[in-house]
């Protein structure tokens, strides 16, 4: 069983790879836009709207998410947080990105 140390490392390194991810699938001219602190930010927002919605306490097979609605709501606590003010159509494109790199590291 791993540390508590060494779990937290393999987290870091997951966020690493997830940042990475979503730069490679941003369009071009997003890449400049968000930084690694704001896609840091959106990775635990989009967590965190998927906890607060009970997404994840979903029994179904399969769960239809709306990823528009994800990153508006992203988008609209990035600006409560006064994080940024960020248009939720660039938003979209992490919270795509952000499903993919989960789909494909279940």
């Known amino acids: 069983m791993p540390s508590f140390e060494d779990e937290l490392r393999m987290d870091e390194e997951e966020n690493r790879?997830?940042?990475a991810?979503?730069?490679e699938r941003l369009p071009q001219e997003l890449k400049?836009?968000?930084s690694d602190d704001d896609l840091y930010y959106f990775i635990d927002?989009?967590?965190d709207y998927y906890y607060d919605s009970g997404i994840l306490e979903s029994t179904a097979e399969e769960v239809d998410i709306?990823?528009?609605q994800v990153a508006e709501a992203v988008a609209e606590q990035a600006r409560r947080d006064k994080v940024g003010t960020f248009s939720?159509?660039?938003v979209y494109?992490?919270?795509?990105a952000d499903m993919d790199f989960q789909e494909q590291n279940l």
């Open 21 to 23: 991810f979503i730069y």
């Open 88 to 90: 939720a159509d660039d």
């Open 45 to 47: 927002a989009i967590v």
């Open 17 to 19: 790879r997830e940042i």
């Open 66 to 68: 709306d990823l528009q």
């Open 32 to 34: 400049t836009t968000f």
């Open 93 to 96: 494109y992490v919270v795509e």
